[in-house]
C-alpha cells in the first residue's frame, strides 16, 4: 500500500461530519502517513480550533502509527485581509495554513489566489480553479504549493492546474478536501485522479511523495 498525504480535511468543527479523532482514525487505516485538520476558519475562529484540534492530533499521534497536525483554511476571505489574517493564524499555532482559492464552483472574490501566493505565511492554495502563470510563477517563488482536488467540485479545473505547474514549476499537491470517511483517498482514487490531470510518472512522484516530504519538512 502506498503512503498517503493529506494536507486539507475538514471535521464537525466547521463543515465536515467526524469528529478530528474519528477522522484521523480512518484516515490511518486507508493508510495515510500524514494528515491535516483544516477546518475553514476566519480571524474569529482560529485559536478556538486550533486549540480543539491541536488536542485531538497530539492524542492521535501518541497511541496511532500517523502523523497529524492542525491548521485551518481559510475561507472567502477579503483578498487585502489574507495576509495578515494567515500570519494571524501561524502566530496561533497552525502548523497548515490553506486558503480557499478561486473554485470555479463557488463565488470566490476575484484576487484571492493572487494574495494567496504572494503571502509568505501561506502553505497551500486550494482548488485554484483557473489559476494563471502569473500566481503560479509568485507561488513557486514563495514556496506556495497548488493543490489537485480530490473533491468532485473542484477537480474540473485539476488538469488546467497541471498545465500551468508544469509552465511555471510550481509544485503540486495532490489533497482531499474530505469532508467525511468517503472523500478520503485511497490508491485507486489517486491514480484516477493523476491520471485525469495528465500528470506523467515523474510528475506523479513529485506530487504523491517529493512535494509532501519537503512540506512536512517545513512545517
Not at 477546518?39 to 480550533?49: F, K, N, S, V, W
Not at 498545465?163 to 514549476?169: E, L, P
Request: proline letters at 4%; aromatic letters at 4%; charged letters at 25%.
Amino acid at each position: 500500500m502506498k503512503m498517503i498525504y493529506d494536507f486539507h480535511t475538514h471535521t464537525f468543527l466547521s463543515d465536515g461530519e467526524l469528529s478530528p479523532l474519528e477522522l484521523i482514525r480512518r484516515a490511518m487505516v486507508n493508510g495515510y502517513k500524514f494528515i491535516g485538520i483544516t477546518d475553514h476558519a476566519g480571524p474569529g475562529e482560529i485559536e478556538r480550533l486550533i486549540t480543539e484540534v491541536a488536542r485531538d492530533c497530539a492524542l492521535a499521534e501518541k497511541y496511532w502509527d500517523i502523523k497529524a497536525v492542525p491548521g485551518v483554511e481559510l475561507t472567502h476571505l477579503p483578498p487585502a485581509s489574507i495576509d495578515e489574517t494567515a500570519r494571524k493564524a501561524k502566530e496561533a499555532g497552525a502548523k497548515l495554513v490553506i486558503i480557499h482559492g478561486e473554485t470555479i464552483a463557488e463565488p470566490v472574490e476575484k484576487g484571492t489566489n493572487l494574495a494567496a501566493v504572494k503571502s509568505t505565511h501561506v502553505d497551500i492554495l486550494a482548488h485554484p480553479g483557473l489559476v494563471t502563470v502569473e500566481e503560479a510563477l509568485i507561488a513557486r517563488e514563495n514556496g506556495v504549493f497548488l493543490e489537485l482536488s480530490a473533491r468532485k467540485s473542484h477537480m474540473v479545473t485539476n488538469e488546467h492546474v497541471a498545465r500551468i505547474a508544469r509552465k511555471t514549476g510550481a509544485r503540486l499537491l495532490l489533497n482531499s478536501d474530505a469532508h467525511n470517511e468517503d472523500n478520503l483517498l485511497t490508491t485507486e482514487l489517486i491514480d484516477t485522479i493523476l491520471q485525469n490531470a495528465g500528470l506523467t510518472r515523474e510528475e506523479r512522484g513529485e506530487t504523491l511523495q517529493t512535494n509532501p516530504v519537503a512540506l512536512i519538512n517545513r512545517i
